[in-house]
């Protein structure tokens, strides 16, 4: 995650990250990270293709991360 922060400025960093998880949440996981940066991209034009694979990357290892540590 650390290379991904360094990347994006602080202001930008929460709306990509939102953004990420949104498309993530409607689009599945089972959608490729190609498709989902695409689809944040015609969401937020502003945000490039690869700074949008980056957040669905870093929302991929969020998620896997949380599944690992969940209490259920």
């Not at 650390?2 to 409607?26: D, M, N, Q, R, W």
């Not at 498709?35 to 990357?57: C, D, F, Q, S, T």
Request: hydrophobic share 45%; no cysteine.
């Amino acid at each position: 995650m650390e290379v991904f922060l360094s990347s994006l400025t602080k202001a930008s960093l929460p709306g990509i990250l939102a953004a990420a998880l949104y498309v993530t949440l409607e689009e599945g996981r089972e959608k490729t990270v190609q498709i989902r940066a695409g689809r944040i991209n015609e969401l937020k034009p502003h945000v490039g293709l690869e700074e949008a694979r980056r957040a669905v990357e870093e929302v991929d290892a969020l998620m896997i991360d949380s599944e690992r540590y969940s209490i259920n």
